[in-house]
């Protein structure tokens, strides 16, 4: 396996007890780093637990099905891929799943080796340079990165270009600490001219807009001796 991806995180989520087996050994033989659950209220929980790099789950499932969980993790982690694995073989099913965001879906029965070569392909994508998103929804806020429209609770607000720009970065990277260096330089371009104090005052501006108590942020959080943090 690709260096690169070696270690990564897979949480699997399937209750057919032969079929998880089966596929936590071949990726253990990958090398990824694997958990298994067998139900969605424990797939949720494990994701908030601990953020994998890809869930590969099924979708019929006891109690939570694995449409609601992948919902869970696209509207939590919205970086995180979704594998779907599926019995059922109306296209409707494959269509559905795809529109409601899961980035790729395998027909039970199906070849482990397929499956891994499905979950490489999804981690290069991942392990790619980032995309900002135009549209980014976290908490209560609506942000069109775009276009510099922020809306919290349905209250719009407007962003500046270094405000939508460092908000961007941010969300980019999001999880990673981020240093006020690399703002300095990604955002407005490291004129002499400025110091990481212009950070540190846009990212005030920024709580005021987004946070509920901007004085305890949520979302945009203080790594000291670093920079900052961005959290959903």
Do not use: C
Not at 109 to 131: C, G, H, Q, Y
Not at 192 to 213: F, H, P, S, W
Request: charged content about 30%.
């Amino acid at each position: 396996m690709e260096s690169n991806l070696s270690g990564a995180d897979v949480l699997v989520v399937e209750d057919d007890n032969t079929i998880a087996l089966g596929l936590v050994a071949a990726l253990e033989h990958e090398r990824f780093e694997v958990r298994h659950v067998d139900n969605g209220e424990d797939a949720v929980a494990a994701v908030r637990d601990r953020t994998p790099d890809l869930v590969i789950s099924d979708i019929m499932l006891p109690g939570i099905d694995g449409l609601q969980v992948m919902r869970t993790v696209k509207s939590e982690f919205p970086g995180v891929p979704v594998i779907m694995l599926t019995a059922r073989t109306d296209e409707i099913d494959r269509v559905m799943g795809l529109e409601m965001g899961a980035d790729d879906y395998v027909t039970k029965p199906f070849s482990v080796r397929e499956v891994i070569a499905r979950v490489k392909a999804r981690l290069r994508e991942r392990t790619a340079e980032p995309r900002t998103p135009d549209i980014f929804h976290f908490g209560n806020v609506k942000v069109d990165l775009r276009r510099r429209v922020l809306w919290k609770d349905g209250e719009e607000s407007h962003l500046t270009t270094h405000e939508a720009g460092t908000l961007a970065h941010l969300i980019t990277h999001r999880g990673r600490d981020v240093s006020r260096d690399e703002l300095l330089e990604q955002v407005w371009g490291y004129t002499a001219a400025l110091t990481t104090r212009t950070v540190d005052n846009q990212i005030l501006k920024l709580r005021k807009k987004i946070e509920d108590v901007p004085g305890q942020p949520r979302h945009i959080l203080t790594v000291h001796g670093t920079g900052y943090r961005f959290e959903a």
